[in-house]
């Protein structure tokens, strides 16, 4: 009867295969034709050109706060790479190159953030779920949509993301639990990005990786260099091919960083140092997979300057086409609807009265 | 027609619904081998088997965001949270997805599932597993809030709240579970949600309640009745919200004197919305102030005295009488 040990087998493996300096550990390179390979270069590059016109339309006053993705292109592009498009995604709310990824366009991403409704508005036979803003809220979604794909005996599966403060949420632990418990089809991908909003990730949680909070649910957890591609993307596969199979969830722990503010609402230079800052630039995830990419051959300097030009282009004209729609959104009346599939009496009755009243003030003004 | 309690006929609307649909899926806790705590679920994972009827684990909100999940992926999650003192703990998953989904993604996701939860006093049971805060509910847009008052409309609204294409509470009054039998048909019957229904037609007043306090309202109309020879109009609100208030207009406009009547506490309560409705549309017509039979702006005290607390037919008596003596 006395005090004894329980073994638990279990361990959290860490993947990193092409490292900060570009050095690639040539027998963890996953087998990526070359065309995947170009396209995830493309999104990433996207990704941060997008991001960073973003945030200048936003000092400019054309959009409003939003939370930027500079820094983890590789983490959300990596995961999001691994999926099918008949596979579903529940986002949180710093997903946005990997939304692109999954077909959203850039004038949807452009109206939401200029605070149009009409920005969320989903392709109807799109699986990628709408932002989800309540930190943690999304990832029991993904765990509903993925019993009901095994459930349907589909062969699809579901990942849902998360932030390193997202893993302190109740809804985390209770989904990742119900994930385990009914071995569900899902892949959580927790974006380590060390901040959230002014709390480092050491005050986020005692444990020494996120991964490991994957072990006590009963499903391999697994950190990765979350700013190397490659590992992000081996990570992925391997984990929804897992699902896929009917071998459970997993949890891959991305360990990146934000490049930027929480939201342009906020200003790190209140909690963290430029240093910090400064040492993780080295380790951006898009300029070493253009040194790996250039070393394989299949990326050259010209190219690479088309696709930048290209890039600015497309951004630019997709600028243009929502600046032009929202010309046209002016009906204040579109708020009250998709509350209901049919708008309730009373709802009805008050739209009728702000109708009046819209029309009264126009009346005014003309008088 | 067979003769059923409540919990009985709620038992008969899932099973119909999930042997006519097999996207219709229960889940919660206690919900399987032991058919709930209540026995609404009972005999389901025989008939169905543990894919359709899921005995989860003890986390409320994981209930409720795994079933927005199942819904937005096209299933008919009917969860149960075995007491609604402990629905606060999934609050957040019903008011920031599952009445909102709709709304953010402009129709593309819809969330068609439903709520089912324990209510209100009467059954001396411990803190947590006595209130009535269905005015939470009904406070947000994109949800529907709906509470029966007897074993045939609790079997109707079951079943057009499955069917819903909108996430739905459904209020389950624990003292009536099993205080009464009614005629429950075998073949299917729907109400309509979102309308109120006319139980009995008056026109010296109009008595407006709905769930476990129908009961004491026609104690209290019938004494009228027998005693007074006042007819009351009573009016069951079945759906809390979003509240049609046709009936309640059209009754008090006949009456010109209104008393309202529920468990939940009086400020802000759906009274307080009846009330505010009838002033709006029906002045003119009343008679007299509109009395409010309520429980009281206080937790409902532990069991021994939770029968003080609770509209009994008494204070509904003494507020109607008051209603119509000027």
Same mark, same amino acid.
């Given at each position: ?9 279990c361990?959290?493996e ?8 570009g050095?690639l ?5 996953p087998?990526?034709?070359e065309?995947?390979l ?9 990704g941060?050109?997008?991001?960073e016109?973003l945030?200048s339309?936003?000092?400019?006053g ?7 993705i ?30 692109l ?12 953030y ?18 989800s ?6 990832v029991?979604h ?5 019993w ?5 005996q589909?062969?699809?599966v579901?990942m849902g993301?998360l ?8 809804d985390?632990?209770e989904?990742m639990?119900?994930?385990g418990v ?17 709390i ?5 949680t005692r444990?020494e990786?996120l ?17 190397d ?12 091919e ?17 490049m930027?503010m ?5 200003d790190p ?15 951006d995830?898009l300029?070493?997979?253009?040194k ?7 990326l ?22 929502s ?20 708008m309730p ?10 109708k009046?009243?819209?029309a009264?003030?126009k009346e005014e003004n003309?008088? | ?15 119909q619904?999930?042997e ?6 229960v ?26 009827v899921?005995?989860?684990p003890l986390?409320e909100?994981a ?14 999650p ?9 629905s ?11 009445a909102?989904?709709?709304?953010r ?11 089912r ?5 009467g059954?001396?049971a ?7 805060? $269905? *005015?939470f509910? !009904?406070?947000? +847009? =994109?949800?529907?809030?709906v ?9 109707? /609204?079951?079943?057009?709240a499955i069917r ?6 459904f209020?389950?009054g624990?003292a ?14 729907t109400?309509?949600l ?8 008056g ?10 306090m ?14 007074e020879?006042?007819e009351?109009?009573?009016i069951?609100?079945?759906?809390i ?8 207009v ?5 009456t ?6 529920h $468990? *939940?506490?009086? !400020?802000?309560? +759906? =009274?307080?919305e009846v009330v505010?409705?009838?002033?709006e549309?029906?002045f003119?017509? /009343? ?5 409010r ?14 029968q003080?607390?609770?509209p009994g037919?008494?204070?509904i008596?003494?507020?109607?009488k ?5």
């Open positions: 009867m006395p005090r004894s040990k329980i073994d638990i087998p361990h959290v860490h993947l990193s295969i092409l490292d900060e300096t050095r550990d040539k027998g963890l390179e087998e990526i034709p065309e995947l170009l396209k995830l270069h493309r999104a990433m590059l996207l941060r050109r997008f991001d016109r945030l339309l936003q000092r400019q054309r959009v409003g706060t939003f939370a930027p500079t820094g983890q292109e590789a983490s959300q592009l990596g995961a999001v790479a691994a999926l099918r498009p008949s596979d579903w995604m529940a986002p949180s709310f710093r997903e946005m190159a990997a939304e990824w999954r077909g959203r366009s850039m004038e949807s991403v452009i109206l939401s200029a605070g149009y409704n009409e920005g969320g508005r989903a392709d109807e036979k799109g699986t990628t779920l709408p932002v803003i309540p930190v943690g809220s999304q029991l993904a765990v509903g949509i993925a009901a794909i095994k459930y349907r589909k062969d699809d579901a993301f932030g390193d403060g997202g893993t302190s949420e109740g985390f632990h989904g639990n119900f994930a009914f071995q569900v089809p899902a892949v959580f991908v927790c974006q380590n990005n060390q901040w959230a909003i002014s480092p990730r050491s005050k986020q444990s990786t991964a490991q909070k994957a072990l006590a649910y009963g499903m391999p957890g697994i950190q990765v260099d979350g700013n591609v490659l590992a992000v993307y081996a990570a992925a596969t391997e984990a929804v897992r699902a896929r199979s009917g071998g459970g969830p997993t949890m891959i722990e991305c360990v990146t960083y934000r930027m929480h939201t342009t609402a906020d230079k209140r909690y963290r140092k430029d240093e910090e800052v400064e040492a993780w630039k080295k380790r995830p300029i070493r997979f253009q790996y990419l250039a070393d394989k051959g299949v050259s300097k010209e190219k690479t300057d088309s696709l930048e030009a290209e890039i600015q282009k497309e951004i630019q004209a997709a600028l243009e086409r600046e032009e729609q929202m010309k046209a959104l002016v009906d204040p009346l579109v708020m009250f609807e998709h509350a209901y599939a049919e009496t009373y709802l009805t009755e008050q739209m009728q009265e702000f009046k009243e819209l009264a003030a003309h008088g | 027609m067979a003769k059923m309690t409540m919990v009985q006929a709620l038992n008969l609307a899932l099973r619904e999930m006519k649909d097999d996207g219709v899926i889940l919660g806790e206690d919900v399987g081998v032991d058919g709930g705590v209540f026995r609404v679920t009972d005999g389901l994972i025989d008939q169905f088997g543990d894919q359709r899921l005995d989860t986390a909100s209930i409720v965001g795994m079933s927005i999940g199942m819904a937005v992926y096209g299933l008919k009917v969860c149960e949270i075995q007491f609604s003192g402990f606060y703990l999934n609050f957040h998953q019903i008011e920031c997805h599952a909102r989904l709709r709304w993604s402009q129709g593309r996701f819809t969330v068609p599932m439903v709520l939860t324990p209510y209100g006093g059954v001396r411990l803190e947590h597993h006595s209130e009535s805060r $269905e *005015a509910w !009904s406070h947000i +847009p =994109g949800l529907k809030m509470i029966p008052s007897g074993p045939r409309n609790a079997r109707s /609204l079951l079943v057009s819903d294409p909108d996430p739905v509470i209020y389950e624990k009536i579970y099993r205080a009464f039998r009614e005629e429950v048909p075998e073949e299917e019957e109400l309509p979102g309308q109120p229904q006319m139980v009995q037609e026109k010296d007043i109009t008595m407006i309640s709905y769930g476990a129908m009961r004491p309202t026609l104690e209290a109309a019938k004494e009228l009745k027998e005693k020879g006042v009351a109009e009573v069951d609100l079945l759906t919200s979003p509240l049609d208030d046709a009936m309640l059209e009754s008090a406009k006949k010109g004197r209104v008393v309202v009547v $468990e *939940a506490p009086r !400020s802000f309560g +759906p =009274g307080a505010a409705r009838l002033v549309k029906a003119y017509y /009343l008679e007299v102030p509109i009395e039979v309520t429980g009281f702006d206080v937790i409902i005290p532990l069991f021994s005295r939770e003080s607390y609770l037919a008494h204070r008596l003494r507020a109607a008051k209603a119509l003596s000027t």
